[in-house]
């Protein structure tokens, strides 16, 4: 049973807006959570994490929001850029301690 | 080259035949994963390794074997190669376990299984 969903598979936005990419998941365990992206053909780069004292972490355009009452992250970009495209994945671990969950991931596509 | 390679980038072999996918990482990382990517699914862990000759299953590990006698390689191999096996393996590491640490992803070895 998937525990780290992405509901959307797939987003587009236009250049210069917002993209907001969700994640549920449903173990109350996890307590360490991140963002991937993935261009074709390559392996998924981390892009930002947060951990569970935290609410709210930033880098530059992409800032994480987590929810644990709602066990909902999401990922917001601004100003989203054409190179933004890719799929994102995000991912949660915390109850074995060796094991990060992912998502299905998420198909951004940023329109010039 | 330093970082994390991946080989054969591609692979088709037979049902019942064994075969092995190689990683290699150059960061000198305790930790190596190996994931499998397919639609619907997301990225599924297979198998980790917290140091040499330390291994252990993740979500997916039946059909799998993994090794790991140097820190630098983790070998995954398929004994029986079945058509469910047919996926993109992605295979990372990271220098802390998984709760604190990104992991860095491989490119990737896309095998198809006829």
């Known amino acids: 049973d998937q525990q780290v969903k992405q509901n959307s598979p797939s987003l587009s936005v236009q250049e210069g807006r917002i993209s907001i990419l969700n994640c549920d998941y449903t173990?109350?365990?996890?307590?360490?959570f991140l963002w991937y992206k993935k261009y074709p053909a390559e392996g998924p780069t981390f892009l930002i994490s947060?951990?569970?004292?935290?609410d709210k972490n930033e880098d530059g355009r992409f800032t994480v929001f987590l929810n644990k009452s709602a066990k909902h992250l999401s990922l917001h970009i601004v100003p989203s850029q054409p190179g933004d495209s890719a799929v994102y994945f995000c991912?949660?671990?915390?109850?074995?301690?060796?094991?990060?969950?992912f998502g299905t991931g998420t198909s951004l596509t940023v329109i010039p | 080259d330093a970082g994390i390679t991946q080989s054969p980038r591609y692979k088709i072999t037979e049902t019942g035949r064994q075969v092995t996918l190689m990683c290699h990482q150059t960061?000198?990382?305790?930790?190596m994963f190996w994931y499998r990517q397919d639609l619907g699914h997301g990225l599924r862990l297979i198998y980790y390794?917290?140091?040499?000759?330390?291994?252990d299953k993740g979500e997916v590990p039946d059909g799998y074997v993994v090794s790991r006698s140097k820190t630098e390689n983790f070998p995954l191999t398929l004994e029986s190669a079945t058509r469910s096996q047919t996926s993109v393996y992605f295979c990372?590491?990271?220098?802390?376990?998984?709760?604190?640490?990104?992991?860095?992803f491989g490119p990737g070895t896309r095998l198809t299984v006829t």
């Open positions: 990372a590491s990271s220098e802390s376990s998984a709760i604190v640490g990104e992991q860095y």
């Open positions: 960061w000198s990382h305790s930790y």
């Open positions: 390794s917290a140091a040499a000759d330390i291994t």
């Open positions: 947060i951990s569970s004292i935290k």
């Open positions: 991912a949660a671990s915390g109850d074995t301690g060796n094991q990060f969950y």
């Open positions: 173990n109350s365990m996890f307590d360490y």
